[in-house]
Nanobody, 123 residues
Framework: QVQLVESGGGLVQAGGSLRLSCAAS????????MAWFRQAPGKEREFVAA????????IYADSVKGRFTIARDNAKNTGYLQMNSLKPEDTAVYYC????????????????WGQGTQVTVSS
């Protein structure tokens, strides 16, 4: 199993930047993909970005392409989501997820989840 803890959320003005981190622990010696999802109040959880174990394969939601960058440092067992040019509609709780094997955009494919970190973008 993999345990995940997110950090780095906060309040930022529109146009600003934040970097989220996701620290993994537990059975991290096996290859696992990581992803970020988000959920705004009253809305369903939606996919943001995913990255393969090697980092060679990344997937982004259209709404964040060109603004967000997903990355990982396997030596530190940590994943990152760099968020630039933030918009008020990016306001949500952001969740880190992991699964052994390939990276996907569908949340049902992920077995391990963090507790979430709040991101609020003011206009």
């Amino acid at each position: 199993q993999v345990q995940l803890v997110e950090s780095g959320g906060g309040l930022v003005q529109a146009g600003g930047s934040l970097r989220l981190s996701c620290a993994a622990s537990g059975r991290t010696s096996n290859s696992y993909a990581m992803a970020w999802f988000r959920q705004a109040p009253g809305k369903e959880r939606e996919f943001v970005a995913a990255i393969s174990w090697s980092g060679g394969n990344t997937i982004y939601a259209d709404s964040v392409k060109g603004r967000f960058t997903i990355a990982r440092d396997n030596a530190k067992n940590t994943g990152y989501l760099q968020m630039n040019s933030l918009k008020p509609e990016d306001t949500a709780v952001y969740y880190c997820a992991a699964r052994y094997g390939l990276a996907y955009a569908q949340d049902v494919r992920y077995d391990y989840w963090g507790q979430g970190t709040q991101v609020t973008v003011s206009s």
